[in-house]
Protein backbone atom coordinates (compact mmCIF):
# COMPACT_ATOMS: atom_id res chain seq x y z
CA UNK A 1 0.00 0.00 0.00
CA UNK A 2 2.82 2.13 1.02
CA UNK A 3 4.62 1.81 -2.05
CA UNK A 4 1.83 2.48 -3.88
CA UNK A 5 1.87 6.17 -2.88
CA UNK A 6 5.74 6.63 -3.25
CA UNK A 7 5.45 5.69 -7.56
CA UNK A 8 2.92 8.60 -7.78
CA UNK A 9 5.62 11.00 -6.49
CA UNK A 10 9.09 9.54 -7.42
CA UNK A 11 7.13 10.01 -11.13
CA UNK A 12 6.29 13.16 -10.06
CA UNK A 13 9.53 13.76 -9.10
CA UNK A 14 10.87 12.93 -12.06
CA UNK A 15 9.16 15.10 -14.25
CA UNK A 16 10.29 18.03 -12.54
CA UNK A 17 13.55 17.47 -12.49
CA UNK A 18 13.61 17.01 -16.34
CA UNK A 19 11.97 20.01 -16.38
CA UNK A 20 14.38 22.08 -14.59
CA UNK A 21 16.72 21.07 -17.40
CA UNK A 22 16.49 23.10 -21.26
CA UNK A 23 18.68 23.34 -24.32
CA UNK A 24 19.60 26.86 -25.71
CA UNK A 25 20.54 26.09 -29.60
CA UNK A 26 23.47 28.59 -31.25
CA UNK A 27 22.58 32.12 -32.06
CA UNK A 28 19.64 31.89 -29.32
CA UNK A 29 18.84 33.92 -26.46
CA UNK A 30 16.44 32.62 -24.07
CA UNK A 31 14.78 34.87 -21.30
CA UNK A 32 13.94 33.61 -18.47
CA UNK A 33 11.72 35.44 -15.90
CA UNK A 34 10.93 34.38 -12.04
CA UNK A 35 7.41 35.07 -10.57
CA UNK A 36 6.46 37.04 -13.75
CA UNK A 37 9.66 39.41 -13.59
CA UNK A 38 13.05 39.21 -15.74
CA UNK A 39 15.45 37.26 -14.16
CA UNK A 40 18.14 36.26 -16.79
CA UNK A 41 19.19 36.08 -20.26
CA UNK A 42 20.76 32.49 -21.19
CA UNK A 43 23.02 31.61 -24.39
CA UNK A 44 23.48 28.68 -25.73
CA UNK A 45 24.01 25.35 -24.17
CA UNK A 46 22.17 23.07 -21.49
CA UNK A 47 20.87 25.49 -19.21
CA UNK A 48 19.21 25.02 -15.61
CA UNK A 49 16.11 26.57 -14.31
CA UNK A 50 13.85 26.41 -10.89
CA UNK A 51 10.81 24.36 -11.68
CA UNK A 52 7.37 25.63 -11.09
CA UNK A 53 9.24 29.35 -9.99
CA UNK A 54 11.43 30.23 -13.32
CA UNK A 55 9.76 29.99 -17.00
CA UNK A 56 10.73 30.57 -20.13
CA UNK A 57 9.32 33.91 -21.78
CA UNK A 58 10.51 34.12 -25.18
CA UNK A 59 13.33 33.23 -27.36
CA UNK A 60 14.98 35.78 -29.77
CA UNK A 61 17.37 34.34 -32.94
CA UNK A 62 20.72 36.53 -32.60
CA UNK A 63 21.07 35.33 -36.51
CA UNK A 64 20.73 38.28 -39.43
CA UNK A 65 16.88 38.50 -40.39
CA UNK A 66 15.64 40.04 -43.63
CA UNK A 67 12.29 42.02 -43.93
CA UNK A 68 10.49 42.52 -47.37
CA UNK A 69 8.26 45.67 -47.25
CA UNK A 70 6.57 46.97 -50.41
CA UNK A 71 5.63 50.34 -50.85
CA UNK A 72 3.60 52.33 -53.26
CA UNK A 73 4.06 55.82 -53.81
CA UNK A 74 4.00 58.13 -56.09
CA UNK A 75 6.74 60.33 -57.91
CA UNK A 76 8.02 63.80 -59.07
CA UNK A 77 6.01 63.54 -62.16
CA UNK A 78 2.72 62.14 -61.21
CA UNK A 79 3.66 58.22 -61.55
CA UNK A 80 2.51 55.63 -59.41
CA UNK A 81 5.00 53.07 -58.63
CA UNK A 82 5.76 50.07 -56.25
CA UNK A 83 8.78 49.55 -54.46
CA UNK A 84 10.33 46.70 -52.42
CA UNK A 85 12.85 47.10 -49.93
CA UNK A 86 14.81 44.56 -48.43
CA UNK A 87 15.88 45.41 -44.80
CA UNK A 88 18.38 43.07 -43.21
CA UNK A 89 18.45 43.61 -39.68
CA UNK A 90 20.22 41.36 -36.47
CA UNK A 91 19.19 41.65 -32.87
CA UNK A 92 22.17 43.29 -30.81
CA UNK A 93 24.09 40.62 -28.25
CA UNK A 94 23.80 43.28 -25.60
CA UNK A 95 20.43 44.24 -25.85
CA UNK A 96 18.20 41.30 -25.56
CA UNK A 97 16.45 42.82 -22.90
CA UNK A 98 15.20 45.91 -25.01
CA UNK A 99 14.57 43.72 -28.16
CA UNK A 100 12.65 41.87 -25.91
CA UNK A 101 10.85 44.01 -23.96
CA UNK A 102 10.64 47.41 -25.65
CA UNK A 103 8.64 45.91 -28.93
CA UNK A 104 5.68 43.29 -28.91
CA UNK A 105 5.96 43.58 -32.73
CA UNK A 106 9.63 44.99 -34.25
CA UNK A 107 8.68 43.94 -38.12
CA UNK A 108 5.62 46.43 -37.85
CA UNK A 109 8.03 49.09 -36.32
CA UNK A 110 10.20 48.40 -38.96
CA UNK A 111 8.26 48.37 -41.81
CA UNK A 112 6.17 51.91 -40.83
CA UNK A 113 9.82 53.41 -40.91
CA UNK A 114 10.25 52.00 -43.94
CA UNK A 115 7.26 53.48 -45.37
CA UNK A 116 7.76 56.93 -44.21
CA UNK A 117 11.14 57.13 -45.20
CA UNK A 118 10.23 55.73 -48.67
CA UNK A 119 7.29 58.56 -48.95
CA UNK A 120 9.05 61.24 -47.70
CA UNK A 121 12.48 60.49 -50.41
CA UNK A 122 10.50 59.10 -53.70
CA UNK A 123 8.17 62.29 -54.00
CA UNK A 124 10.88 64.34 -54.39
CA UNK A 125 12.42 62.49 -57.62
CA UNK A 126 11.27 61.86 -60.86
CA UNK A 127 10.85 58.43 -62.28
CA UNK A 128 13.90 57.83 -64.25
CA UNK A 129 16.24 59.56 -61.12
CA UNK A 130 14.26 56.70 -58.80
CA UNK A 131 15.73 54.26 -60.88
CA UNK A 132 19.22 55.69 -60.80
CA UNK A 133 18.99 57.00 -57.44
CA UNK A 134 18.06 53.79 -55.56
CA UNK A 135 20.94 53.15 -53.52
CA UNK A 136 20.11 56.94 -52.27
CA UNK A 137 16.91 55.68 -51.02
CA UNK A 138 18.45 52.66 -49.35
CA UNK A 139 20.65 54.22 -47.64
CA UNK A 140 18.19 57.17 -46.22
CA UNK A 141 16.40 54.16 -45.13
CA UNK A 142 19.01 52.42 -43.39
CA UNK A 143 20.29 56.00 -41.98
CA UNK A 144 16.69 56.32 -40.23
CA UNK A 145 16.23 53.22 -39.04
CA UNK A 146 19.55 52.97 -37.24
CA UNK A 147 18.47 55.72 -35.40
CA UNK A 148 14.94 54.64 -34.60
CA UNK A 149 16.12 50.75 -33.92
CA UNK A 150 19.32 51.02 -32.08
CA UNK A 151 17.38 52.07 -28.89
CA UNK A 152 15.16 49.13 -29.15
CA UNK A 153 17.96 46.65 -29.21
CA UNK A 154 18.04 45.86 -33.11
CA UNK A 155 21.19 46.33 -35.68
CA UNK A 156 20.20 47.42 -39.23
CA UNK A 157 22.52 45.82 -41.40
CA UNK A 158 21.81 46.91 -44.42
CA UNK A 159 19.11 48.06 -46.65
CA UNK A 160 18.24 47.46 -50.14
CA UNK A 161 15.98 48.79 -52.97
CA UNK A 162 15.71 44.82 -54.75
CA UNK A 163 12.44 46.00 -57.11
CA UNK A 164 10.69 49.35 -58.59
CA UNK A 165 7.62 48.45 -60.22
CA UNK A 166 5.84 51.62 -62.19
CA UNK A 167 2.65 51.02 -63.59
CA UNK A 168 1.75 48.86 -66.32
CA UNK A 169 0.85 52.03 -68.79
CA UNK A 170 4.41 53.63 -67.69
CA UNK A 171 6.20 50.54 -68.15
CA UNK A 172 4.74 50.16 -71.72
CA UNK A 173 5.14 53.87 -72.96
CA UNK A 174 8.77 53.43 -71.27
CA UNK A 175 9.41 50.95 -73.36
CA UNK A 176 7.74 52.95 -76.58
CA UNK A 177 9.98 55.96 -75.92
CA UNK A 178 13.03 53.12 -75.58
CA UNK A 179 12.38 51.56 -78.92
CA UNK A 180 11.72 54.94 -81.03
CA UNK A 181 15.12 56.21 -79.86
CA UNK A 182 16.97 52.83 -80.37
CA UNK A 183 14.83 52.99 -84.34
CA UNK A 184 15.76 56.97 -84.51
CA UNK A 185 19.69 56.00 -83.35
CA UNK A 186 19.31 53.14 -86.43
CA UNK A 187 17.80 55.43 -88.83
CA UNK A 188 21.18 58.00 -88.45
CA UNK A 189 23.42 54.81 -88.25
CA UNK A 190 21.99 53.98 -91.68
CA UNK A 191 21.72 57.41 -93.19
CA UNK A 192 25.40 58.24 -92.59
CA UNK A 193 26.44 55.01 -93.75
CA UNK A 194 24.36 56.12 -97.40
CA UNK A 195 26.07 59.17 -96.98
CA UNK A 196 29.61 58.21 -96.88
CA UNK A 197 28.81 55.42 -99.24
CA UNK A 198 27.62 58.18 -102.12
CA UNK A 199 30.59 60.07 -101.00
CA UNK A 200 32.83 57.36 -101.52
CA UNK A 201 31.29 56.41 -105.24
CA UNK A 202 31.64 60.06 -105.97
CA UNK A 203 35.19 59.78 -105.03
CA UNK A 204 35.72 56.60 -107.17
CA UNK A 205 34.01 57.88 -110.02
CA UNK A 206 35.98 61.05 -110.03
CA UNK A 207 39.06 59.18 -109.69
CA UNK A 208 37.98 57.15 -112.77
CA UNK A 209 37.36 60.25 -114.65
CA UNK A 210 40.83 61.80 -114.06
CA UNK A 211 42.56 58.53 -114.82
CA UNK A 212 40.60 58.20 -117.73
CA UNK A 213 41.43 61.50 -118.47
CA UNK A 214 45.24 61.28 -118.30
CA UNK A 215 45.26 58.32 -119.77
CA UNK A 216 43.33 60.05 -123.08
CA UNK A 217 46.01 62.91 -122.51
CA UNK A 218 48.51 60.34 -122.75
CA UNK A 219 47.25 58.69 -125.45
CA UNK A 220 47.26 61.78 -127.68
CA UNK A 221 50.43 62.33 -126.56
CA UNK A 222 51.89 59.51 -127.87
CA UNK A 223 49.92 59.79 -131.29
CA UNK A 224 51.61 63.28 -131.41
CA UNK A 225 55.10 61.88 -130.97
CA UNK A 226 54.14 59.46 -133.24
CA UNK A 227 53.29 61.28 -136.29
CA UNK A 228 56.29 63.54 -135.20
CA UNK A 229 58.31 60.77 -135.72
CA UNK A 230 56.88 59.80 -138.98
CA UNK A 231 57.38 63.00 -140.72
CA UNK A 232 60.70 63.50 -139.39
CA UNK A 233 61.17 59.85 -141.61
CA UNK A 234 59.26 60.91 -143.88
CA UNK A 235 61.58 64.08 -144.51
CA UNK A 236 64.91 62.01 -143.91
CA UNK A 237 63.97 60.22 -147.35
CA UNK A 238 63.23 63.65 -149.17
CA UNK A 239 59.37 63.64 -148.90
CA UNK A 240 58.21 67.16 -148.01
CA UNK A 241 55.65 67.45 -144.57
CA UNK A 242 53.05 68.54 -147.35
CA UNK A 243 53.65 65.13 -148.83
CA UNK A 244 54.41 63.11 -145.96
CA UNK A 245 51.09 64.44 -143.70
CA UNK A 246 48.90 63.60 -147.05
CA UNK A 247 50.53 59.80 -146.91
CA UNK A 248 49.88 59.64 -143.38
CA UNK A 249 46.49 60.96 -143.33
CA UNK A 250 45.55 58.39 -146.39
CA UNK A 251 47.41 55.54 -144.03
CA UNK A 252 44.92 56.23 -141.40
CA UNK A 253 42.46 55.90 -143.70
CA UNK A 254 43.19 52.51 -144.91
CA UNK A 255 43.81 51.26 -141.45
CA UNK A 256 40.36 52.31 -140.41
CA UNK A 257 38.71 50.78 -142.98
CA UNK A 258 40.52 47.55 -142.41
CA UNK A 259 39.50 47.92 -137.82
CA UNK A 260 35.59 48.47 -139.30
CA UNK A 261 36.34 45.66 -141.09
CA UNK A 262 37.48 43.04 -138.45
CA UNK A 263 34.05 43.62 -136.60
CA UNK A 264 31.48 41.88 -136.91
CA UNK A 265 28.42 43.47 -135.80
CA UNK A 266 29.17 46.88 -136.92
CA UNK A 267 27.37 49.22 -138.87
CA UNK A 268 29.21 50.56 -142.17
CA UNK A 269 28.23 53.46 -144.58
CA UNK A 270 30.04 53.25 -147.72
CA UNK A 271 30.32 56.34 -149.38
CA UNK A 272 30.99 55.79 -153.26
CA UNK A 273 33.85 53.98 -154.03
CA UNK A 274 34.38 53.96 -157.74
CA UNK A 275 38.42 54.03 -158.53
CA UNK A 276 37.86 57.82 -159.58
CA UNK A 277 35.82 58.50 -156.61
CA UNK A 278 38.68 57.19 -154.27
CA UNK A 279 41.65 58.93 -156.27
CA UNK A 280 39.48 62.05 -156.71
CA UNK A 281 38.46 62.09 -152.57
CA UNK A 282 42.19 60.80 -152.25
CA UNK A 283 43.35 64.15 -153.94
CA UNK A 284 41.10 66.55 -152.62
CA UNK A 285 42.74 65.52 -149.35
CA UNK A 286 46.49 65.87 -150.50
CA UNK A 287 45.03 69.14 -152.09
CA UNK A 288 43.39 70.49 -148.47
CA UNK A 289 46.32 69.45 -146.00
CA UNK A 290 48.78 71.41 -148.49
CA UNK A 291 46.40 74.31 -148.65
CA UNK A 292 46.57 74.57 -145.16
CA UNK A 293 50.79 74.39 -144.87
CA UNK A 294 50.52 77.18 -147.46
CA UNK A 295 48.69 79.43 -145.62
CA UNK A 296 50.46 78.60 -142.32
CA UNK A 297 53.79 79.57 -144.44
CA UNK A 298 52.63 82.39 -145.99
CA UNK A 299 51.26 84.04 -142.22
CA UNK A 300 54.84 82.93 -141.24
CA UNK A 301 56.48 84.97 -144.10
CA UNK A 302 53.70 87.75 -144.02
CA UNK A 303 55.71 91.21 -142.35
CA UNK A 304 53.50 93.25 -140.39
CA UNK A 305 52.83 96.50 -142.21
CA UNK A 306 53.80 99.71 -140.69
CA UNK A 307 51.06 102.82 -139.61
CA UNK A 308 51.52 105.43 -140.94
Excluded: C, W
Amino acid sequence: MGSFFIIPFIFFGVIILISSFFIVKQQTAVIVERFGKFHSIRQSGLQLKIPLVDRIAGRLSLKIQQLDVIIETKTLDDVFVKLKVSVQYKVIQDKVYDSFYKLDYPHEQITSYVFDVVRAEVPKMKLDDVFVKKDDIAIAVKTELNEAMSGYGFDIIKTLVTDIDPDGQVKEAMNRINASEREKIAAQFEGDAQRILIVERAKAEAESKRLQGQGIADQRREIARGLEESVEVLNKVGINSQEASALIVVTQHYDTLQSIGQETNSNLILLPNSPQAGSQMLNDMVASFTASNQIGEAMKNAKPKKLK
